[in-house]
């Protein structure tokens, strides 16, 4: 009869330790981020390569980290033919500045154009350990405004929307052209 | 998973042990109170020797003491179950819990109430051969359970795995789901001891699995009333600590095996 109780105890309070074991696992698909991809204005089907592009989020100190290995000044610098950059969950709209050649010592040569992406959101349950994750639909009327900060001319040449619904970060979801 | 189950498997063990060492200790006592007086006397005598054993029968009804206090220490939880069980044989009992919670869930990321009633229903094997007129009982039983509530979403935060823009803040705008339901099966196993009179103190845990879930539109049930704690898979465990009353109704004459084999031979 009691050694009945003691197991009938240590049995529950081993239940009990096994409460709080539930981590969000990283491979989750969660809050996604804005994937663009480059091409090459001549011949649209290519893919092209920036050169040293910083993208800065407006009134952020900081760029965003493309390069997570890098030094103070090249962790914010890709030369890849896309990007992925977070939009902002609790506003309708996100405004980056992408500097081309940012990075020049001759300042002359860095080009700054800035995007302003119109979107609506959805927080979408997940899982107890995630909690809710955000989507995006770019807006039909108005995806984003594009203007040239400074006078240093345009470098993006077109941007097209290739899908407005920004739910998984497998797919391009807007083309640059330059 | 594998740790429960061996758990519950080491839980079976020892019940098995010593059921069967209470089991041979009274058959030993009865031969040897036996034997002696077949050799001398007539079997007629024998079965005058072995005194009237009487079982009672009748209801038992009690409360949860565990759900019952946990209102007073944890500002998250009010609820209350009441138990109740009734003698249908010798071994075999019908039992019954039926019982209200009100659990609020503070999970990393979300904070969600949950309200509703759940009634139990099955019934207890005891597995405990008793001494004279002992009355304890260690249980293994299966119950069926059925839950109606309702879910509220109280705050969620928003899970982005890139921090650029900041912390983001909590939400609150989240919604009340109701009329859910959600039912389950459970393996029960616990004792319950008379501690004097007709009052019996126990307590027991129950193994369930969730068999149907109506989980509300754009949430999940993270918490269901009876069930308790929902997990990935479809499993379950509970823990109660009873007090209750035996409310006598009728006795019945207990048969001893040994004393009927004897008989027909005269």
């Known amino acids: 009869m009691k050694k009945t109780l003691y197991f009938l105890l240590v049995f529950t309070f081993g239940l009990s330790s096994c409460e709080k074991d539930d981590i969000c696992d990283a491979n989750t698909a969660t809050t996604p981020r804005l994937i663009i991809s480059f091409y090459d204005i001549k011949t649209p089907s290519v893919k092209q390569n920036v050169t040293r592009l910083k993208v800065v989020g407006k009134d952020q100190p900081e760029g965003i980290i493309f390069n997570e290995g890098g030094t103070d000044v090249t962790k914010y610098l890709t030369s890849g033919d896309s990007i992925a950059i977070p939009l902002k969950t609790n506003e309708d709209s996100t405004t980056f500045s992408f500097i081309l050649n940012s990075d020049n010592p001759n300042p002359q040569l860095a080009n700054t154009d800035e995007i302003t992406f119109n979107y609506s959101r959805q927080n979408v349950y997940v899982s107890r350990a995630c909690g809710f994750k955000t989507i995006y639909k770019l807006n039909t009327q108005i995806p984003f405004v594009k203007t040239d900060s400074g006078t240093d001319g345009i470098w993006m040449q077109d941007v097209r929307v290739n899908n407005p619904n920004i739910e998984f970060e497998n797919e391009t979801h807007v083309k640059i052209y330059f | ?266």
Do not use: H
């Open chain 2, 1 to 266: 998973m594998s740790k429960y189950i061996f758990s519950i498997c080491l839980l079976f063990t020892v019940f098995l042990i010593q059921a069967q060492e209470i089991a041979t200790d009274t058959v030993k006592k009865e031969i040897r109170k036996t034997k002696p007086k077949t050799t001398v006397q007539t079997a007629e005598t024998i079965t005058d020797s072995v005194p009237v054993k009487k079982d009672r029968y009748g209801l038992r009804v009690g409360v949860d003491l565990y759900k019952l206090t946990r209102g007073f220490y944890d500002k998250d939880y009010k609820g209350i179950e009441f138990v109740g069980d009734f003698r249908l044989t010798k071994k075999y009992y019908i039992a019954a819990e039926l019982g209200i919670e009100d659990k609020t869930t503070d999970d990393d990321r979300l904070n969600s109430t949950a309200t509703g009633t759940y009634i139990k229903g099955g019934f207890d094997y005891n597995m405990y051969n008793n001494w004279l007129d002992m009355e304890n009982l260690i249980t293994v039983g299966l119950r069926g359970g059925f839950s109606t509530f309702s879910q509220e979403l109280n705050s969620y935060k928003i899970y982005n795995p890139d921090q650029y823009w900041g912390e983001i803040p909590v939400n609150t705008d989240g919604a009340k789901y109701t009329g859910l339901t959600a039912a389950w099966a459970e393996v029960a196993v616990g004792m319950k001891a008379k501690v004097f009179n007709n009052v019996f103190v126990g307590f027991g845990v129950q193994l369930k699995l969730l068999l149907a879930n109506k989980d509300p539109d754009g949430f999940e049930n993270l918490y269901i009333p009876g069930f308790n704690r929902t997990y990935d898979g479809s499993f379950g465990v509970g823990f109660n600590y009873t007090v209750s009353y035996f409310i006598p109704l009728y006795k019945k004459q207990v048969i001893i095996p040994e004393a009927e084999k004897k008989a027909p031979k005269k």
